[in-house]
């Protein structure tokens, strides 16, 4: 069995998860260093940050058990602080 099928099916789902944010936190630093203001980098950025917020929510904070008004609060808290940030960059553009 490989190790990508095993992780998705749980048997190495932590080592897969902490993986995962060790390589888009390197991918974000790479990337905020580049020293490129322009939006798509900025938009990028941000998508990472989505997904090491998802990562630490769905596997570190073990919210698939907890009840779901509670899990979907703390996700849409995931999505939405990450696209405050990313509007108020648009906002600093405008004025």
Do not use: C
């Not at 939006?39 to 779901?68: C, Q, S, T, Y």
């Not at 849409?76 to 600093?92: A, D, M, N, Q, T």
Request: charged share 15%.
């Amino acid at each position: 069995m490989s190790y990508l099928k095993a992780a998705l099916q749980g048997k190495y789902r932590l080592e897969f998860a902490w993986g995962a944010l060790v390589f888009l936190s390197l991918g974000g630093l790479f990337l905020g260093e580049s020293g490129d203001p322009r939006l798509a980098i900025i938009a990028l950025i941000v998508g990472i940050m989505i997904l090491k917020g998802r990562l630490v929510i769905d596997f570190f904070l073990e919210l698939n058990h907890a009840n779901p008004t509670l899990r979907r609060m703390v996700r849409l808290y995931g999505v939405s602080i990450p696209l405050l940030l990313l509007f108020s960059e648009l906002l600093g553009r405008w004025f």
